[in-house]
């Protein structure tokens, strides 16, 4: 399953299962145009690019976005009457695919608060529950999660650094872990070998990113 999922760059992935989903999309290379659900996390720059949605938008793209953001899907122009708006702990539903989101907030740091309702969602495909966390540090919610795969931010600053990241998917022990959101905006190239070491050897680490 997870020969899939692909990383663009940051936390910019592709899931070309039955259905086309792409979070987060920044940075994409072309006008593909073959987007059946976008899912954006919250309304960072690195997150939320209209630019990059518009290039993968197609008739009948679905999108899937924090609640809090309904103001900025409509300034952008984006979505209308095509999105779902989400709360954390919500479940839906679109174009097939079951949804559950999280809560993705930091704890000490104040970029991500958790009064924003920012998110990560579960999504379950092809029989596979995949994690994608969003901006995150180690919560309760975040460690409550089960699931299959995970796509889990190493980069620091932010989120959770790699040797924190590594901590939760050792809590979550999916099949596997992919590392998100490094070596370029933010975080060292480097990152996604520091946390494939401290990641239990139970759990497969495939890193997508190349640099």
């Known amino acids: 399953m997870h020969e899939l999922i692909t990383v663009n760059e940051q936390s910019s992935i592709r899931i070309a ?3 086309i989903l792409y979070f987060d999309p920044i940075h994409i290379k072309g006008e593909p145009h073959d987007a059946d659900v976008i899912f954006i996390t919250h309304e960072h720059y690195d997150h939320f690019s209209p630019d990059d949605i518009v290039k993968l938008s197609k008739e009948g793209t679905r999108f899937v976005a924090p609640s809090s953001m309904q103001k900025a899907f409509a300034k952008a122009g984006i979505g209308d009457g095509m999105t779902t708006f989400m709360h954390p702990a919500y479940s839906a539903e679109a174009e097939g695919v079951p949804i559950d989101a ?4 930091n704890l000490l740091k104040p970029f991500h608060p958790k009064k924003n309702g920012w998110l990560g969602y579960v999504v379950t ?4 529950r995949i994690y994608v966390c969003g901006d995150t540090d180690i919560t309760g ?3 409550a999660v089960k699931c299959d795969i995970i796509c889990v931010p190493v980069g620091g600053t932010y989120t959770m650094n790699a040797k924190q990241a590594a901590d939760l998917v050792n809590i979550i022990r999916p099949e596997t872990a992919i590392p998100i959101h490094y070596g370029t905006m933010v975080g060292k190239p480097s990152d996604g070998d520091t946390f494939a070491a401290a990641v239990d050897k139970s759990v497969r680490v495939e890193k997508k990113l190349s640099f």
């Open 17 to 19: 299962a039955d259905k």
């Open 102 to 105: 999280v809560a993705a907030y």
């Open 125 to 128: 495909v092809m029989g596979k």
């Open 141 to 143: 919610e975040a460690k």
